[in-house]
Each structure stands twice: as structure tokens, then as C-alpha cells.
């Protein structure tokens, strides 16, 4: 039996996905070798990379004028790649403060240059996504940076700020989850461990006049040109990453697409929701207009309780229900892997759980 496994990344991947990696592992296609024992430069792992960027601009409509890379270091990487190749010269650029992931992408961008936050939920411990209409964004900033879902506070935009300068959105923790328009944002970024595939590439999608500003001081392997340029392959990439990302996207095309996805990402956190709302047991911290559809947090009436939760449960087959370390409580992180099955799973255990300790 498989675990449900709720936890924020690396997170559970569709068990079709993991089944044909499994047929695969040792022979690929009958090479008599595994995927990740063959050249990068050979033609099956060519056919693979080409066909998870095609996959991937058609699952989320992006268009010609954009690229798509596969790059290594994670969105931890993006943090100071964006601000090294996208700020402009003696500029600023403007930064939305919703939690601790948006903080850190902040804190690696002043290295490169001035930052202002132009918006910030730091006073109410990121409960909210700031609204929207107060902010001021200003056309001559480098770029304005969001983070769409917070993985830790349990928020998440449902609309984007409208601005002249480009929109870069962390998308780590939602991308692929619900259709949206890729020509509204400049660059578009995520590490693949949530909801692409395993960990070791992130996907950084990016219009490509942006990638004309970059000094000619930033390294060859840091520079978005180079991605562009030689289609992810100056060096090795990681190859069995981008294998795993390939089968995940047949999965979603599979299944429908962002739109079929994004219906059941809402009928998955709307029940969740239901049952934190529903109860004087179960409490959310979230402004319910900013709730997210990913990563589901809430409390118990105390943190023995929640202990109990966590470890009930894992008896149960829900494994990683333990709320961030910064933050306690419970979060359910329910990626796109994650079945309406393992959402009722978790929904049957907390109201038994809170039958016999409410
Ligand atoms: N941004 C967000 C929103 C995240 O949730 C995470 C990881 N949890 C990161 C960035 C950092 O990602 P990585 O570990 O790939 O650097």
C-alpha cells in the first residue's frame, strides 16, 4: 500500500508515474541501460527533453516568445539568478513580502542591488496575501517579485497584481496547479520537487528579451542566456529529473489538463476546509481569502494534541502532517499527486480524532 504522503516537498508523485520509472529503471526503451546511464547527448534522452518543453508550453500555453530551461540550484538558486541577470543597472527592484520563502528570495536580491517591498503581511505573522489594490508598483522598477503560494503560511494568490515592470512569480509550491496566463508574468519559476517531480531541477520559464539585460559579469552556468541558448545542455543536466518531470506531464495531459487539475486541486481543499471550518476543534490561521489550494494549514486546540494528530495518523498511512518547523500546527500540502481519495482519507481521520478528543 502506498502512504499518503502530505508533505511540502519532496512531495508524493502519481503512482502511475512512479510505476512506469520502475518498468523503465534498468531498461530504458530496450537500451538494456537505465535512463540515467545514457548520454545527454544521445538521441533517447533528446527526445525526452525536447518532449517535456513541448508538454510543458502546451499544458500551460506558453508561447514562442518565451523559454523554458531546466536548471539546477533549486528556486534557492533563482533567488540570486533573477536579481543577478534581471536588475537593471544602478536600479531597484520591488519585492512582495508574504512569508518566510519570499524573505529569503529578498534578503539574496539586495547583494545585486536596492529592494523594495512594496507590500508586506509580516505584521499579521503572513496570514494574508496583501490586497492587491493598495500597492503601488512602480513601471520604472527592475522587475516586481511575488511568491504565488506560500508554502509555510498557507496562502496564496487568486489574482496577480496588474504592473508595467515585469511580474516574476516564485511558483515553487503551485505551479501547474490551476491554469493561468504565462504572458502576464515575465519569469516564472519553481523547483520541481512539489509539483513537477523529483528534486535536482528547477523549471525557470522566461521571456526572452529579459535575458538581453544580464551584465557581462555573471558567470557562463549563471547567466539565463546560456540556458536559452543551448537549450538547457551547456553542461550535464540532470537527466533523471527531467525523465521523472517527462512522465509527470503525460500524467496531467492525461488527465485533462491544468483546467481538469485545477477542479480537483478546489474540490480537494474546499473539503479540507470544510471540516477546519466546520468544527470548533480544527482552526485555520488563514485570512480565508487567501487560503491556499496547496499547502492546507490549521491548528488544534493545543500542541500535545497536534503531536497526537501527527502521530496518529502515520499509523494510519498519512505520513508528513507536521506543520513547518517555524511555524507548528499541521499542514496537509496536497500537490497535484495527491488523490480526492488521500483528501478523504485525512478528512474520515480528523473527524474520528476529534470524536474521541474533542
Ligand atoms: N520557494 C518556495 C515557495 C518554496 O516552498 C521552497 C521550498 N520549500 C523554495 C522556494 C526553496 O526551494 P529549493 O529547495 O528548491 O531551493
Not at 161 to 174: F, Q, T
Not at 259 to 270: F, L, M, Q
Amino acid at each position: 500500500m502506498r502512504t499518503y504522503n502530505f508533505s511540502a516537498g519532496p512531495a508524493m508523485l502519481p503512482t502511475e508515474v512512479m510505476e512506469r520509472a520502475k518498468e523503465e529503471f534498468t531498461d530504458y526503451k530496450g537500451t538494456g541501460c537505465g535512463l540515467m546511464e545514457l548520454s545527454h547527448r544521445g538521441p533517447e534522452f533528446s527526445e525526452v527533453i525536447a518532449s517535456v518543453e513541448s508538454d510543458m508550453r502546451e499544458l500551460m500555453g506558453i508561447g514562442d516568445d518565451y523559454a523554458v530551461c531546466f536548471v539546477q540550484g533549486g528556486a534557492s538558486m533563482q533567488f540570486a539568478m533573477i536579481p543577478m541577470n534581471l536588475m537593471l543597472p544602478g536600479g531597484f527592484a520591488e519585492y512582495a513580502d508574504t512569508g518566510s520563502w519570499s524573505a529569503k528570495a529578498a534578503k539574496e536580491a539586495k547583494t545585486f542591488g536596492e529592494v523594495r517591498t512594496i507590500a508586506s503581511s509580516k505584521d499579521t505573522n503572513y496570514d494574508r496575501i496583501p490586497v492587491i489594490r493598495h500597492w503601488k508598483p512602480d513601471a520604472a522598477a527592475s522587475y516586481l517579485h511575488i511568491t504565488s503560494n506560500n508554502t509555510i503560511a498557507g496562502t496564496q494568490y487568486h489574482s496577480f497584481p496588474e504592473v508595467e515592470a515585469p511580474l516574476i512569480a516564485d511558483m515553487s509550491s503551485d505551479i501547474m496547479s490551476r491554469k493561468l496566463n504565462v504572458d502576464d508574468f515575465g519569469l516564472i519559476y519553481a523547483g520541481a520537487q512539489k509539483n513537477l517531480g523529483p528534486s535536482g531541477v528547477a523549471v525557470v520559464i522566461i521571456r526572452k528579451d529579459l535575458a538581453e539585460r544580464t551584465p557581462d559579469s555573471v558567470p557562463t552556468m549563471l547567466r539565463y542566456a546560456t540556458y536559452i541558448e543551448k537549450q538547457s545542455m551547456f553542461n550535464t543536466p540532470p537527466t533523471f529529473a527531467i525523465y521523472i518531470l517527462g512522465l509527470v506531464m503525460k500524467w496531467l495531459k492525461n488527465k485533462g489538463g491544468l483546467k481538469a487539475i485545477e477542479e480537483i486541486n478546489d474540490a480537494k481543499s474546499e473539503a479540507l476546509y470544510e471540516v477546519i471550518d466546520g468544527a470548533d476543534f480544527y482552526r485555520s490561521p488563514v485570512d480565508p481569502a487567501s487560503r491556499s489550494r496547496m499547502n492546507v494549514v490549521f491548528r488544534l486546540p493545543n500542541e500535545e494534541l497536534e503531536a497526537k494528530f501527527v502521530a496518529e495518523a502515520k499509523k494510519e498511512g498519512m505520513s508528513g502532517l507536521k506543520g513547518h518547523r517555524s511555524v507548528g500546527g499541521i499542514r496537509a500540502s496536497i500537490y497535484n499527486a495527491m488523490p480526492m481519495k488521500g483528501v478523504e482519507t485525512l478528512i474520515d481521520f480528523m473527524n474520528e480524532f476529534q470524536r474521541v478528543n474533542g
